[in-house]
């Protein structure tokens, strides 16, 4: 039954590993699926609509905003917005796999309020760890990389409120912890696609 699986979103810090996490879990649980997120940003060369995003143009966003099309949605400094279509979530039920959204912590809490299937798990690392991961991507400069750390500290205090937390100090076991985590709570409802 589609609609008793579970939705697992995966939020943290700007450098907390959320995306490395979630690729070694992909590799580790089978009959997952990542949604895959809409964006107003222009597509750049080599990207695939549909496939790294769903890229729409400020009118179309608008208009599936105010369609309820979006269970959850955010504007960034750049103007851009991003956010995740309600479709993706039946996309991926409709494939008999399970979904996982990879949000930052407002869109987990929206998605948190609204979904009532799904597991929040908060990806934390010491702030320390954040800093030299921000600056060894070297995407933002140091002012940015500054706002990000204090914008961490802030998050790291919001960790409470979602279901799990699993630090991210050791790539291997923060993976398998990850791992153990999702296979209990699908194990729980016994709704994991075979492979």
Same mark, same amino acid.
């Given at each position: 039954?589609? /609609? ?6 995966? +939020?943290?810090? /700007? ?10 879990? @992909?590799?580790?649980?089978?009959? @997952? ?5 809409? +964006?107003?940003?222009? =597509? #750049?060369? &080599? ?10 143009? $400020? ?11 979006? @269970?959850?949605? %955010?504007?960034? %400094?750049? &103007?851009?917005?991003? &956010?995740? *279509?309600? /479709? ?17 912590? $407002? ?18 690392? $010491?702030?320390?760890? !954040?800093?030299?991961? *921000?600056?060894? #991507?070297? +995407? ?5 990389? &500054?706002?990000?750390?204090? @914008?961490?500290?802030? =998050? *790291?205090? =919001? ?10 100090? $050791? *790539?291997?076991?923060?993976? /398998?912890? !990850?791992?153990?985590? %999702? ?13």
């Amino acid at each position: 039954m589609p /609609s008793a699986r579970p939705v697992f979103v995966v +939020t943290g810090p /700007s450098g907390a590993g959320k995306g490395t996490l979630i690729k070694g879990l @992909l590799e580790l649980v089978p009959g @997952l699926e990542v949604a895959v997120s809409a +964006t107003t940003r222009p =597509q #750049r060369p &080599g990207e695939v609509d549909g496939h790294d995003y769903w890229f729409l143009s $400020d009118d179309e966003f608008t208009r599936r905003i105010e369609n309820d099309e979006f @269970l959850e949605w %955010v504007p960034y %400094v750049s &103007g851009r917005r991003y &956010g995740t *279509l309600r /479709s993706e979530i039946d996309r991926i039920a409709h494939d008999e796999c399970v979904c996982i959204l990879e949000l930052e912590l $407002d869109g987990a809490l929206t998605v948190q309020r609204e979904v009532p299937r799904s597991v929040t798990i908060f990806i934390a690392a $010491d702030v320390e760890e !954040l800093e030299r991961r *921000l600056r060894e #991507r070297a +995407t933002e400069s140091t002012g940015e990389i &500054g706002e990000r750390i204090e @914008l961490a500290r802030r =998050q *790291l205090e =919001q960790a409470h409120e979602f279901r799990y937390m699993v630090r991210n100090d $050791d *790539l291997e076991r923060a993976t /398998s912890a !990850l791992a153990a985590l %999702v296979e209990c709570e699908v194990a729980r409802v016994g709704t994991m696609a075979r492979p």
